[in-house]
């Protein structure tokens, strides 16, 4: 039946066909849902248009449709709309949204029973929210998390999440008695102690001043005195200075009851963390940044200046060579010692001076250098100086000696009296600082001297050793963790910069001492390292010298070309300020900060090798002089005085470096005298003698004789040379008379 | 000791001696009560001396009368000091060092030679600052 009917409809479609234009096939133009993504309970708007069909069949549900239509469902489920117009198909899905009930999953208290002001931890967790709110406490919470209260009583606590809830309850049980807090450790950073405990009960009160003798009724009346209530540990005390040392005690506190305190402990914050395997490092402050008045060279290291490639001369008593933490960097085969045998005990001054400037880094043992990966060579003369001696030690090896240290002088430098250098000794330091390194010459440091009065009265100026006021050598002076100059050391008008070392607060300088008990650290001194072949104890500028010359070694790493005169420059431009309330702080004409007890300031490493990158080199020297007679009577107990100028014109140099003056000033009593050099245009005055005391032997006065002494200052580094230049020179005590003969002045510079 | 004391109190300096140090001449003082022995010398210059200065090559002996225990034993150092103190800086001469090595002569002779590039070869007593 089916299969004749269907037959006849081909023939007949067969001849429609045959007789009419072909019929067009249907075609969906469009199906969309809107929207396509809904929350139970929302419509959705279907809304097609079809062409060349008649009808149309929308599925699920719907059924026959009109070709072009629209019309609103209300899937329960996601679904996947069907449009079937005459054999076009489109699909449309709606998705329904998901809508998760809120409802908290869990919240408990840990401990649920504790005693007042002790920390509980509450934790919770949710669904079908984004926040909670946690009530008492801090309100808005995040919809899983914890939270640490300290209720000083029982309390119920409720977590309210949209429309769910849940409470838990903290029982608090006051306790008549409250242990003290045990176990305090503190541990220094940076700014900062981090102080850990354990108690049994409650909180605690951390109590902190920088004086001992704390106790819970007078600290807020101590200097610094304040009281941290009610911290858990690990407290976090921030905000502190590097350097300076802080007391404090604990008690541990719940509710009204509060427990004794602990013992007093201190500590002191410091500007930098041991990274590295050396363990006395941490103690080494002179090391740390500049507000613990450190050389500041953390970030030196870190971009791996080290000192490497930088050959070092130790000039002094000897080395330990074979120390734990000096091998390494010590170079094979060039040291010299100029006395053999060489007992151990004439290595000690020489060996603490090594470490300071080149122990080696990162090796398990000691500590740390400035320049921890310098090559070192000994030249052992202190116990044979001889003017032969010298002249070898000053330019041994001077081919690729790049840092001569120099912590040594005459024996009887420190006496206030002008002591001249042996020729010799000049002979030496001249040659190799012009002819050394291949032209870029020897950098030499020297020790500005320890002979300053340490009551008060100057006796000694570093000026009045004409070693460490050549023009060819870099005067060191010292400056304490208290960033205050020792009273011991020496200033001057020569000395370019200071350097870490003891100071009047008595804390010095950790570096490496003679092996085993022999050195000054034999075991027996209090405040020593237990390790024996390290000392705590260096002091004096024969301890900053190696700390100041360590950094010279870094500055040559990065820019070998540079020479003893490009270095001089580096270091005093870089330098920083120290103790700016000091008196006799002034910036010389090139804006300079100088003083006379400073120098330009504290050698910085960061600052210098920075500097050292870029600064332009001073090329050649040039020179200019002039010299007066001038013959005036200085006037006797006269604070005015008498003064003599010269004028330097067309000098061509621009930026001075170093002056030197002698004079000529015969008087009966020099050490009445105070001789000043001064600069038109406001360039920097310079005091090159003081009154000071001069010295009785065998109930006698003996003073210098000012006759063709060289003092020298680097005050005017930087300024140009041209104008009038002053020396003004002035009697301050009674009864014995001079004349100022005749001076010359000499400029060196670029 | 107290002899000793008003021996050396009585004593004062001679003039000084002059050497010219190749850019001007300088002035010492020879010490009244100050001699030098090498340290390999281990024996005090006189009966009563007093060590005033060890180092590993050199000792520096107080005696009562330097120039007269010199004239009797030619292998004493003479000490020179800076100043007419016995508190300025000494040095004891050795003899010459001639472009850098080192020459046997009198102390009086190195003062007096500056010439053919030789200049007094001087021991000083050092401090380790």
């Known amino acids: ?82 449009l079937d117009c005459e054999g076009a198909v489109a699909t449309v899905d709606v998705t329904v949204r998901v809508r998760t009930t809120p409802r908290v999953i869990s919240f408990t208290a840990s401990p649920t029973m504790t005693t007042p002001d002790a920390p509980v931890e509450l934790s919770w967790a949710s669904e079908g929210v984004s926040s909670c709110a946690l009530t008492p406490g801090p309100g808005a919470v995040v919809a899983t998390g914890t939270q640490t209260v300290q209720p000083a009583q029982t309390t119920t606590y409720t977590l309210q999440c949209d429309t769910a809830s849940a409470t838990v309850v903290v029982t608090v049980v006051p306790g008549s008695t409250i242990d003290a807090p045990t176990n305090v450790v503190v541990t220094a950073q940076d700014g900062a102690l981090r102080v850990a405990w354990q108690q049994t009960a409650g909180s605690a009160n951390l109590y902190l001043a920088q004086v001992a003798g704390i106790t819970a009724a007078n600290v807020e009346t101590l200097q610094g005195g304040v009281v941290h209530r009610r911290v858990t540990s690990p407290f976090v005390i921030s905000g502190l200075v590097n350097g300076r040392l802080y007391y404090l005690r604990l008690s541990a506190v719940s509710g009204a009851l509060e427990s004794a305190l602990t013992d007093e402990q201190s500590a002191t914050p410091v500007g930098m963390v041991a990274t590295g395997s050396d363990p006395y490092f941490v103690q080494q402050w002179h090391l740390a940044d500049a507000s613990l008045e450190g050389v500041n060279v953390a970030s030196t290291w870190a971009s791996g200046v080290k000192g490497e490639g930088v050959y070092v001369a130790i000039v002094d008593d000897g080395m330990d060579l074979l120390h734990e933490d000096l091998r390494q960097n010590v170079a094979t085969g060039l040291s010299h010692d100029y006395m053999t045998p060489h007992a151990p005990e004439y290595m000690w001054h020489g060996t603490c001076v090594s470490g300071l400037l080149g122990a080696r880094d990162l090796n398990d043992v000691g500590v740390r250098g400035v320049a921890p990966r310098a090559s070192l060579m000994a030249f052992s003369l202190l116990d044979d100086v001889t003017s032969q001696n010298e002249y070898d030690a000053m330019t041994r090896q001077k081919a690729i000696v790049g840092i001569s240290n120099n912590s040594w002088g005459d024996a009887y430098d420190q006496t206030g009296q002008l002591t001249f250098a042996d020729t010799e000794w000049l002979r030496g330091v001249r040659e190799g600082a012009t002819t050394g390194r291949n032209g870029k010459g020897v950098v030499y440091f020297w020790a500005s001297g320890n002979g300053a009065d340490p009551a008060g009265q100057y006796v000694d100026d570093s000026n009045y050793d004409s070693q460490a006021n050549s023009r060819f050598v870099i005067a060191v002076g010292g400056v304490g963790k208290d960033g205050k100059k020792p009273a011991y050391a020496e200033g001057g008008a020569n000395v370019l910069v200071v350097a870490p070392t003891e100071g009047d607060d008595g804390l010095g300088t950790t570096t490496t001492d003679v092996t085993g008990n022999d050195g000054y650290n034999s075991g027996r001194e209090r405040g020593e390292h237990a390790n024996v072949s390290y000392s705590a104890t260096m002091s004096g500028t024969s301890g900053s010298t190696p700390v100041a010359a360590g950094v010279g070694a870094l500055v040559l790493q990065v820019r070998p070309e540079l020479s003893y005169r490009d270095v001089r420059r580096v270091l005093a431009q870089s330098a920083r300020k120290v103790d700016p309330t000091a008196t006799g702080w002034v910036n010389n004409g090139a804006g300079l900060h100088v003083n006379h007890d400073f120098g330009f300031g504290v050698v910085d490493a960061n600052a210098a090798v920075a500097l050292a990158r870029t600064i332009s080199l001073v090329g050649p020297e040039v020179t200019a002089s002039a010299t007066a007679t001038p013959n005036l009577a200085v006037p006797d107990n006269n604070s005015t005085g008498v003064s003599s100028s010269v004028v330097i014109t067309g000098s061509n140099i621009n930026r001075v470096e170093v002056v030197e003056i002698e004079v000529r000033l015969p008087h009966a009593r020099t050490a009445d005298l105070e001789i000043e050099l001064s600069r038109s245009g406001g360039g920097a005055s310079s005091i090159l003698h003081s009154a000071h005391r001069c010295e009785r032997d065998r109930g006698q006065e003996v003073c210098s004789d000012i006759d063709g002494y060289v003092f020298t200052t680097v005050r005017n580094l930087d300024e140009a040379a041209d104008g009038t230049w002053t020396l003004t020179v002035r009697d301050r005590r009674a009864n014995n008379i001079g004349t100022l003969a005749s001076w010359a002045l000499r400029l060196y510079g670029n | 000791m107290h002899a000793l004391l008003l021996v050396v109190l009585s004593q004062s300096f001679a003039p000084p001696l002059e050497w010219f140090d190749g850019a001007r001449t300088r002035k010492a003082w020879e010490s009244p009560t100050l001699v030098a022995t090498r340290s390999a010398e281990k024996v005090a210059p006189e009966a009563g001396a007093v060590l005033l200065v060890e180092s590993a090559v050199m000792r520096v002996w107080q005696v009562k009368d330097a120039a007269a225990l010199r004239a009797k034993n030619a292998a004493l150092l003479p000490v020179l000091h800076d100043l007419p103190s016995t508190k300025a800086r000494l040095r004891v001469p050795l003899g010459l060092v001639c472009e850098g090595q080192p020459r046997e002569a009198s102390w009086r002779e190195a003062l007096a030679d500056r010439t053919k590039g030789c200049a007094p070869n001087f021991w000083y007593a050092a401090v380790k600052k």
Not at chain 1, 24 to 47: E, H, M, N, T, Y
Not at chain 1, 49 to 59: F, H, K, R, V, Y
């Open chain 1, 1 to 82: 039946m089916a299969a004749p009917a269907f037959r006849r409809l081909v023939l007949l479609s067969v001849a429609a066909l045959c007789a009419c234009p072909p019929a067009a096939k249907p075609v969906i133009l469009f199906f969309r849902a809107l929207p396509a993504d809904i929350d139970p309970g929302q419509s959705v708007q279907l809304a097609w248009e079809s062409s060349d069909a008649q009808g149309c069949t929308l599925t699920p549900g719907i059924g026959a449709a009109a070709p072009d239509g629209a019309l609103l469902v209300n899937p329960t489920a996601s679904t996947r709309y069907t």
